[in-house]
């Protein structure tokens, strides 16, 4: 099992970027499928960008696509979400996750326990 550790929120003003990191211990990470997730205050926990073992494929959400991007790096056991051009209503708690199948991940039904994610504060 993959263990993951969310990182590089804060609060920035509407039309900033942040780029958050995932990191994950274990020597299988690579064979794994990974997503970003994210909870806003008094809303269900939703799928955001997911990608590929492979780094070769990703999707995203219809509220993020062409603001953000999900990226890992095998060799480092990390997987990045780039947010550009955020709006306030991108203001959640933000996790990651891995499964072994990407559809798992975009479903957002990955059974894999959640960090304590990274809170992501975006003002007007």
């Known amino acids: 099992q993959v263990q993951l550790v969310e990182s590089g929120g804060g609060l920035v003003q509407a039309g900033g970027s942040l780029r958050l990191s995932c990191a994950a211990s274990g020597r299988t990470f690579s064979s794994y499928a990974m997503g970003w997730f994210r909870q806003a205050p008094g809303k269900e926990r939703e799928f955001v960008a997911g990608i590929s073992w492979s780094g070769i494929n990703s999707y995203y959400a219809d509220a993020v696509k062409g603001r953000f991007t999900i990226s890992r790096d095998n060799a480092k056991n990390t997987v990045y979400l780039q947010m550009n051009s955020l709006k306030p209503e991108d203001t959640a708690v933000y996790y990651c996750?891995?499964?072994?199948?990407?559809?798992?991940?975009?479903?957002?039904?990955?059974?894999?326990?959640w960090g304590q994610g990274t809170q992501v504060t975006v003002s007007s």
């Open positions: 996750n891995a499964d072994h199948h990407l559809s798992t991940i975009v479903a957002g039904t990955v059974l894999g326990a």
